[in-house]
T-cell receptor, first 113, second 110 residues
Framework: SAVISQKPSRDICQRGTSLTIQCQVD?????MFWYRQQPGQSLTLIAT?????????ESGFVIDKFPISRPNLTFSTLTVSNMSPEDSSIYLC??????????FGSGTRLTVV | SQQGEEDPQALSIQEGENATMNCSYK?????LQWYRQNSGRGLVHLIL?????REKHSGRLRVTLDTSKKSSSLLITASRAADTASYFC??????????FGAGTTVTVRA
């Protein structure tokens, strides 16, 4: 199965600033997915990132707030822009193992103060 | 969007006992998956059961799926302290997106 390296693992950021989260996969994958997990909650899909096209955002998430890059088939970034304390969450990327579940990055625990 | 509901929300058991958690969902699925999350870290895929399967085993894990009732259960037998974690079901439909349940927090007491 794929191995995902996600960075940073955690960060504490000032409100109004931005943080970019990176995910590197050790194999080429068509789609990468970005999730948010708010404190004590389940995972919510933010967007699907395809190489060579704009990301597809789920209801309630917009590109201005969560811009995503997908420059090649092994890498993607998610930026959390103009942060507020409500953005404090764990952010995770994942890839589809095609019939064998999904592999997730280790997560980025973001605290906005 | 979340379509899975899980119960119980929390479960505390003694080491060696079995733990059972249930998941219900609302729409048709291609498969249903179970994941484990330790202390807010990344999710680990445990087992996938396809919509045409009724039961599946993997080590100490047993998963059942009843598509007529839109429900699934995960049984962990002979629990260990290392099984302490949050467990999530997730459904995979035609849009290739996972929808997660609310999760069950399992605590295994030594």
């Amino acid at each position: 199965s794929a191995v995902i390296s996600q960075k940073p693992s955690r960060d504490i950021c000032q409100r109004g600033t931005s943080l970019t989260i990176q995910c590197q996969v050790d194999s080429q994958v068509t789609m990468m997915f970005w999730y948010r997990q708010q404190p004590g909650q389940s995972l919510t899909l933010i967007a699907t990132a395809n190489q060579g096209s704009e990301a597809t955002y789920e209801s309630g998430f917009v590109i201005d707030k969560f811009p995503i890059s997908r420059p090649n088939l092994t890498f993607s970034t998610l930026t959390v822009s103009n942060m507020s304390p409500e953005d404090s969450s764990i952010y995770l990327c994942s890839v589809d193992e095609v019939g064998d579940g999904y592999t997730f990055g280790s997560g980025t625990r973001l605290t906005v103060v | 969007s979340q379509q899975g509901e899980e119960d119980p929300q929390a479960l505390s058991i003694q080491e060696g006992e079995n733990a059972t958690m249930n998941c219900s969902y609302k729409t048709s699925i291609n498969n249903l998956q179970w994941y484990r999350q330790n202390s807010g870290r990344g999710l680990v895929h445990l087992i996938l059961i396809r919509s045409n399967e009724r039961e599946k085993h993997s080590g100490r894990l047993r998963v059942t799926l009843d598509t007529s009732k839109k429900s699934s259960s995960l049984l962990i037998t002979a629990s260990r302290a290392a099984d302490t974690a949050s467990y999530f079901c997730a459904t995979d439909g035609d849009d290739y997106k996972l929808s997660f349940g609310a999760g069950t927090t399992v605590t295994v007491r030594a």
